[in-house]
């Protein structure tokens, strides 16, 4: 059984770096073909694909937050971390992290519940 | 970036109605590996979204078989075949045929 759980600050204030903690269980990052990626959505809007990273460590990022953003794991702890500097109130969403299968659904088929990041002074 | 549009924005449907849901992406999804990356989420009031259907046509595990995808190279569809209560909600193409990864904006299934 798959399961994905967000953490981190629910507040934070402008110009601050945002970390986010992806905890996982019932896969393993060292897996061939298995990725967790982070998506976030803005109160009312749509989905927006922040980053992914791979189980050989390759990472993908949104090309208009690639300045902002870096993805890591550490594969011991079941875990990936997003961070995401100089954090503005249009940065206020839910941030869901999600597992991939590249040869699987080929898609991000499970999700966490999310955790809603707010920024503001 | 490959944009994913939806139609129509909202659609509000007679419970136990066929439902349609249409995609259309800017470049084409097809993948140098044959597969086209098209998938369909589904996100409930208050929930985080939940993946439908994979490639196209693919259904998740323990997606009822009322929810079906079909397609091919930009134009995509979901079909609800008899739209339930709990079907409400907000419904999303994306492909992950190109990074990044892109979403569509979202039709809303509500019941009339």
């Known amino acids: 059984q798959i399961t994905l759980k967000e953490s981190g600050p629910t507040l934070v204030k402008p110009t601050q770096t945002l970390t986010l903690t992806c905890t996982f269980s019932?896969?393993?990052?060292?897996?061939?073909?298995?990725?967790v990626g982070w998506i976030r959505q803005p109160p009312g809007k749509a989905l927006e694909w922040l980053a992914l990273i791979y189980w050989d460590d390759d990472k993908r990022y949104s090309p208009s937050l690639k300045s902002r953003l870096t993805i890591t794991k550490d594969t011991s702890k079941n875990q990936v971390v997003l961070t995401m500097t100089n954090m503005d109130p249009v940065d206020t969403a839910t941030y869901y992290c999600a597992h991939w299968y590249y040869y699987g659904s080929g898609s991000y088929d499970y999700w966490g519940q999310g955790t809603l990041v707010t920024v503001s002074s | 970036d490959i944009v994913m549009t939806q139609t129509p924005l909202s659609s509000p449907v007679t419970l136990g109605q066929p439902a349609s849901i249409s995609c259309r992406s800017s470049?084409?999804?097809?993948?140098?590996?044959?597969?086209?990356?098209l998938s369909w989420l589904q996100q409930r009031p208050g929930q985080p979204p939940r993946l439908l259907i994979y490639k196209i046509s693919n259904r998740f595990s323990g997606v009822p078989d009322r929810f079906s995808g079909s397609g091919a190279g930009t134009d995509f569809t979901l079909k609800i075949s008899r739209v339930e209560a709990e079907d409400v909600g907000v419904y999303y193409c994306?492909?992950?045929?190109?990074?990044?990864?892109?979403f569509g904006g979202g039709t809303k299934v509500e019941i009339k």
């Open positions: 994306t492909q992950a045929t190109q990074f990044p990864i892109t």
């Open positions: 470049q084409s999804l097809v993948h140098s590996d044959g597969n086209t990356y």
């Open positions: 019932g896969f393993s990052l060292s897996t061939s073909g298995v990725g």
